[in-house]
């Protein structure tokens, strides 16, 4: 399943219906701030500059690699979050 909202797009994502959609956009954000901060330590490096346009360049990058990573399941995330999100839902029905 592919995420069709860019990630500055929050409204798009707001209208996401399904579970499986709610849950692999969740998975692309966690993954994506896990890279985010994965960066941080790499950014003190000599190798990689710290301007605003390697900056905003890593974090469109750690965007798309996190939303590839939540597109192929690998992590099994999303699953486990709509796994979640069924549990939750039984249990306040019932």
């Known amino acids: 399943m592919k995420i069709e909202a860019p990630y500055w797009d929050l409204h798009q994502l707001s209208r ?4 499986k959609g709610a ?3 969740f998975e692309a954000e966690l993954v994506h ?3 985010k901060e994965v960066r ?3 950014a003190q490096s000599p190798l990689f500059g710290a301007t605003l346009a ?3 360049y890593f974090d469109l990058f750690d965007m798309e690699l996190a939303n590839q990573i939540a597109q192929s ?3 099994q995330l999303g699953v486990r ?3 979640a999100m069924k549990a939750y839902r039984q249990g306040s029905d019932g």
């Open 16 to 19: 996401t219906t399904s579970a």
């Open 23 to 25: 849950a692999r956009a």
């Open 33 to 35: 701030l896990f890279l």
């Open 40 to 42: 941080k330590e790499l």
């Open 54 to 56: 390697n900056r905003l």
């Open 73 to 75: 399941g690998q992590l």
């Open 81 to 83: 979050i709509e796994e």
